[in-house]
């Protein structure tokens, strides 16, 4: 029961990681300095950075538990 529970959450939490993953790779490649100072554009590359690095995390660990695909 606890098996299926924590595969529930799992699917609920995690199932969107890939998306994740393109969408702030996406933000990260488009984002431009504008008018924020360089200190501003900086801290901000470094949140979004990581940001993703969170996300391609969780992603690995996703993949590494879901059953191996048949080909």
């Known amino acids: 029961m606890a098996r299926l529970v924590w595969r529930c959450l799992e699917q ?3 199932g969107n990681c890939e998306y994740h ?3 702030l790779q ?3 490649h488009s984002f431009h ?3 924020l100072s360089v200190t501003d ?3 901000k590359l470094k949140i979004m ?3 993703l690095a969170m996300w391609v995390n969780l992603s ?3 993949n ?3 059953p191996p695909s048949q080909v």
């Open 33 to 35: 300095q504008g008018e």
């Open 49 to 51: 950075a990581e940001n």
């Open 64 to 66: 590494l538990s879901s």
């Open 21 to 23: 993953v393109v969408n």
């Open 41 to 43: 554009y900086c801290h």
């Open 26 to 28: 996406v933000e990260f």
């Open 60 to 62: 690995l660990i996703s």
């Open 12 to 14: 609920q939490f995690l």
